[in-house]
């Protein structure tokens, strides 16, 4: 079964040095991803980033509210927000893009989570759907129908933009070898694809596009 790839974009999230082996934000075999996403884009007209990137006073920090921890909750501005360490801070080294990702082709790359009052997985909005990043209009403007979801991490950044996705009416895949999730609590990833695809979301292996 070929799957047309007539209108369609692969959205690359969050394939950064702090979320994979060694980083500040370690993605269970994250670094797997970047071999299958060299691979798969090749296929498309039209590639697109997202790239966490957040002001060292960032509000999703556990280090910058006193008393708390990685892990805890606080209430940032009225949205419940789980307190990660330090990561992809904006210009760092862990902000960055590993080497052995294929990043040369890519048309465009969407910064998130650059305002220190909100968090942003997904690669369309803020979590508190204020702020559009341009993912969207960026897409539109091209013509894409359909896209394809590849990145980190399973159970954050892709599910909300798969879900996003959705709700602005993109086809929108997710490519299931091309994803790891950090599993905060063990089933977090499944439960992740399992919503993705209640939602809509049809899961296929990368295999089915070459
Ligand atoms: C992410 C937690 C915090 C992600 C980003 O890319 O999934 N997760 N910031
Ligand atoms: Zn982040």
Known sequence: MAINLNKSALIVVDVQNDFLLGGALAVANGDE??????QVQDKFALVVATQDWHPANHGSFAANHEGKKVGDFINLKGVNQYLWPIHCVENSEGAGFPKALQGQTWNKIFKKGTNPEVDSYSGFFDNGKIEETGLSDFLKGEGIEKV???????DYCVKFTVLDALDLGFETYLLTDATKGVNVSPNDTNDALTEMEKKGAILIQSNALL
């Open 33 to 38: 991803v970047i071999p299958v996403i060299n």
């Open 148 to 154: 394809f979801v590849t990145g980190l991490a399973a």
